[in-house]
């Protein structure tokens, strides 16, 4: 079965900081991949999406993410991490033959400090 | 005005009532979704429906019914609700056109008393 396992539940960083949120995935043939954010107290908003094409994928809010299928890694990055950044970050993949069902990783709280 | 909207946004109910959760889409989407959110766990697939005729089980359906009443609405019924169905519950809309992006509802928080 298809799965997706995020690194690390709680991630900290201070304002400016890179930001890296680890996703991995398992499946056999290349996925459609995704990253929504959850702001509190608001349903999930889509940052980025991975379905084919350049790997090196640019999002809302200046997050973006690289799909690789060696690694079957698809991380999210910002360089520079704003207080308004701080969230819940889940990644998704839809499994390429189950077209239309997402299967989501357990979601990182990302906070940032002063 | 919100393309996807969820009534009520919080309900508090008591162990063995029955349950219903709205969802209403303007977006024109044929696919539409029930997850639940706990903590750590992230979201689990309750229902899905691709169209109104089609409607299927998610990983954790046991407890939980669905109608597809139009394109535009999707409800979820708990037909008698026990405390671990205390969750955050949101729908969610798609369209095949998009690669099955899919858009969410604010959400709907749950507690079983």
């Known amino acids: 079965a298809q799965s997706v396992t995020q690194l690390g539940s709680h991630v900290s960083v201070s304002e400016g900081a890179l930001v890296l949120l680890r996703c991995n995935y398992s499946?056999?043939?290349?996925?459609?991949l995704f990253w929504y954010v959850q702001y509190p107290n608001q349903g999930l908003q889509l940052l980025l999406k991975y379905t084919t094409g350049a790997t090196l994928v640019k999002g809302i809010n200046g997050f973006e993410a690289e799909f690789k299928k060696s690694e079957t890694s698809f991380h999210l990055t910002k360089p520079s991490a704003h207080m308004s950044d701080a969230a819940e970050y889940f990644c998704a993949v839809t499994p390429y033959n189950q077209g239309g069902k997402l299967i989501f990783g357990q979601g990182t709280e990302l906070s940032v400090k002063p | 005005d919100a393309d996807v909207t969820q009534t009520p946004r919080n309900r508090i109910t008591k162990t063995g009532k029955r349950i219903m959760l709205e969802c209403s889409q303007t977006?024109?989407?044929?696919?539409m979704y029930w997850y639940r959110q706990d903590p750590g766990l992230g979201l689990r697939l309750i229902y899905y429906s691709f169209d109104v005729k089609d409607i299927n089980k998610g990983e954790i359906s046991d407890g939980y019914s669905v109608s597809r009443q139009a394109q535009a609405k999707f409800s979820l019924s708990l037909e008698s609700a026990i405390p671990n169905q205390t969750a955050l519950y949101f729908c969610?809309?798609?369209?095949?056109?998009?690669?099955?992006?899919?858009?969410f509802g604010p959400g709907t928080r749950l507690t079983v008393l």
């Open positions: 977006k024109g989407h044929d696919r």
């Open positions: 969610a809309t798609s369209d095949r056109a998009t690669y099955n992006e899919q858009f």
């Open positions: 499946s056999s043939v290349p996925p459609y």
